[in-house]
């Protein structure tokens, strides 16, 4: 990875897990980031300045008005050179502040004037963390796009055990890192936007009923990736067994008028549409109250068409994007660009599920993405977080 001339700001709040933040600086420091630190009065009760000066060879930040002179240009110039801004350890006081908009110190102020991806890390007593209104805070600080390294639960400070603990410096390491190193753009920021995933199941009596082989991992995939750059997320989703991802407002359903249903509620306040739900084509015309018997030789079941969520998609979505999957066994890309034309779609992401690596139940694709001047980008086999910021990347030429 390179990371030279890449600018981390540092914000080091008044908590014990404050000297844990020299380490972090000293691993930043060694990988050639350039790391400027602001602290808050509170902090250096804990640590001194000069550390993390001596560590960085840059001026810490402390007193807003220390220097009458320059302290606006100072912390909307450190705002502006963030590709990065943490804070470890992050205080309850702090979230608070950050997630009602109060800009009282030099700390807040700087946040409050960045445009880069903030990352927070808490600790404080299990008690303040697990309180409702700091729960509420953090709510409303991922709301905003703002990012967290969870804490880990242990034995803290104050002789209590339970959640609050600073997360390892390695995972808050690895997690600034990530994104210096993908810059995964927060380019979906303000943007909202409805996945679907999984399957549908069609009841043909109470125990049986019809789906396919879909396991949801790429649309779960997709909704991930999203939720890494920015854009709030609807992931409607028919059954899978797959972790719900995090920040994520989740809509299970059923079957495929479900889906539909659900779809057709929330497609007015969202901006992108991405199908990748394996939605049935058809359903049983009639489900039976009782289970079907094997009395006969023969079962005869009489099905009928399920609504086209995409179609009915395109002839709605006015100045919305439009994202469908073709999955194929023959003529793939013929059938794909069919469906990009009759669905009124922006982009189709088409794979032959034939293909070693790239059908159901697994956790790779080799997919083609096809645009409405029926223009065909190849994709080599990769994994579906991959396949999903490539399918991101595309999307996002269009907004």
């Not at 729960?135 to 803290?156: H, M, S, T, W």
């Not at 410096?169 to 679907?196: C, H, P, Q, S, Y």
């Not at 059954?239 to 989740?250: G, H, L, R």
């Not at 009915?312 to 023959?330: L, P």
């Amino acid at each position: 990875m390179n990371t030279s001339k890449k600018n981390v700001v540092l914000g080091v709040t008044g908590g014990i897990a404050a000297y844990k933040a020299a380490d972090l600086t000293s691993r930043l420091v060694k990988k050639d980031i350039n790391v400027d630190v602001i602290m808050t009065k509170e902090a250096t009760n804990f640590i001194n300045p000069l550390t993390f000066e001596a560590l960085t060879n840059n001026k810490v930040v402390v007193d807003m008005f220390e220097d009458r002179k320059y302290w606006e240009i100072e912390h909307i110039s450190l705002a502006k050179k963030a590709d990065v801004f943490a804070i470890v350890p992050a205080t309850a006081n702090i979230i608070a502040k950050i997630a009602h908009g109060i800009a009282d110190d030099m700390l807040t102020t700087t946040i409050l004037a960045t445009k880069s991806p903030v990352l927070i890390a808490p600790a404080m007593n299990t008690n303040m963390y697990t309180n409702p209104v700091t729960q509420k805070n953090i709510k409303i600080l991922k709301e905003y796009g703002f990012l967290f390294v969870e804490p880990a639960a242990g034995r803290l400070a104050c002789g209590t055990y339970g959640a609050g603990r600073l997360a390892d410096v390695e995972e808050i390491e690895k997690a600034i890192l990530e994104l210096l190193d993908n810059e995964k753009k927060r380019d979906f920021e303000g943007k909202k936007v409805l996945v679907t995933a999984g399957p549908t199941r069609e009841p043909l009596d109470p125990v049986r009923y019809i789906t396919n082989r879909s396991s949801g991992k790429m649309g779960y995939e997709i909704a991930k990736a999203l939720v890494e750059r920015g854009a709030q997320v609807i992931l409607i989703s028919g059954p899978t067994y797959i972790e719900v991802p995090k920040d994520v407002t989740f809509i299970p359903v059923e079957t495929a008028v479900d889906m539909y249903n659900a779809v057709m509620m929330h497609l007015n306040e969202v901006d992108i549409v991405i199908g990748a739900a394996a939605v049935s084509d058809y359903r049983p015309k009639e489900m039976k109250k009782e289970k079907i018997k094997k009395d006969e030789e023969k079962l005869t079941i009489e099905l009928v068409k399920n609504p086209d969520i995409m179609y009915e998609v395109g002839q709605k979505k006015g100045n919305k994007i439009s994202i469908g999957f073709a999955a194929e066994t023959t003529n793939l890309v013929e059938y794909a660009q069919r469906k990009l034309k009759e669905k009124n779609m922006d982009l189709i992401v088409a794979n032959d599920v034939t293909q070693k690596g790239a059908g159901f139940e697994v956790d790779t694709n080799i997919i083609k993405i096809i645009d409405r001047d029926l223009n065909v980008k190849e994709y080599p086999l990769m994994t579906k977080i991959e396949a999903s910021h490539v399918i991101l990347d595309e999307i996002a030429k269009l907004l």
